[in-house]
């Protein structure tokens, strides 16, 4: 089980921006590699109904925005200006998602208003609600708190609460441990 970092509780586009994962002395860890690791994801968030089943093409998609949004984390978090195609990525996202659901017939429920169920359009329907979420965390009150794991190989991103600059606990310790060998080697 990995811990998410502060604030990707709140926001799942922090937390899908935290979805790929350097591990100290191991390969990297992709939480959504496979269209069944990206549809688990995706419902364990309730951004997908259950019964969704992603191609992977989709979950290329899924993964493509998860990059775009690291991009915009990223020049946030080193108050750099936005890379052009992360902007022009949320916009399309945003720009997909219907803005209501459609009348439908059903025998049993009569005339009742659902989303479309094409796994394209749930797809967009996701991408399109992660992109919105970042465009909230961008432009809103956690702007500020929002920073850069600072303990290497980590590449996560979190809301700074006090003093806080590590994701984890296990990235805090790893950093002290940094530090403290640092300052034995520096006086031999």
């Known amino acids: 089980m990995i811990d998410t970092a502060p604030g990707a509780d709140r926001h799942p586009g922090l937390d899908l921006a935290n979805s790929r994962l350097a591990v100290p002395g191991?390969?990297?860890?992709d939480l959504l590699d496979t269209?069944?690791?990206?549809?688990h994801w995706l419902v364990e968030r309730q951004?997908?109904?259950?019964?969704a089943e992603l191609r992977e093409i989709?979950?290329?998609?899924?993964?493509?925005?998860?990059?775009?949004?690291?991009?915009?984390?990223a020049a946030r978090a080193h108050e750099t200006e936005p890379p052009a195609a992360a902007l022009?990525?949320?916009?399309?996202?945003?720009?997909?998602?219907?803005?209501?659901?459609?009348?439908?017939?059903?025998p049993a429920l009569g005339l009742h208003r659902a989303a479309?169920?094409?796994?394209?359009?749930v797809v967009d329907h996701a991408l399109g609600l992660l992109a919105a979420d970042v465009a909230d965390l961008l432009t809103g009150a956690d702007a500020e708190r929002l920073t850069a794991c600072n303990s290497r190989p980590c590449q996560r991103f979190l809301l700074?609460?006090?003093?806080?600059?590590?994701?984890?606990?296990?990235?805090g310790d790893r950093a002290r441990a940094a530090r403290?060998?640092?300052?034995?080697?520096?006086?031999?």
């Open 116 to 121: 479309p169920h094409p796994t394209d359009q």
């Open 88 to 106: 022009s990525a949320i916009n399309t996202a945003l720009s997909r998602v219907p803005t209501a659901n459609e009348l439908r017939w059903d």
């Open 35 to 39: 269209p069944e690791a990206a549809t």
């Open 47 to 51: 951004l997908v109904p259950a019964d």
């Open 160 to 171: 700074r609460s006090g003093r806080r600059q590590w994701c984890s606990v296990r990235c």
């Open 180 to 188: 403290a060998y640092a300052k034995r080697t520096d006086k031999n």
């Open 26 to 29: 191991g390969p990297p860890v």
């Open 58 to 73: 989709c979950a290329g998609r899924l993964r493509g925005l998860r990059e775009q949004i690291r991009e915009l984390l």
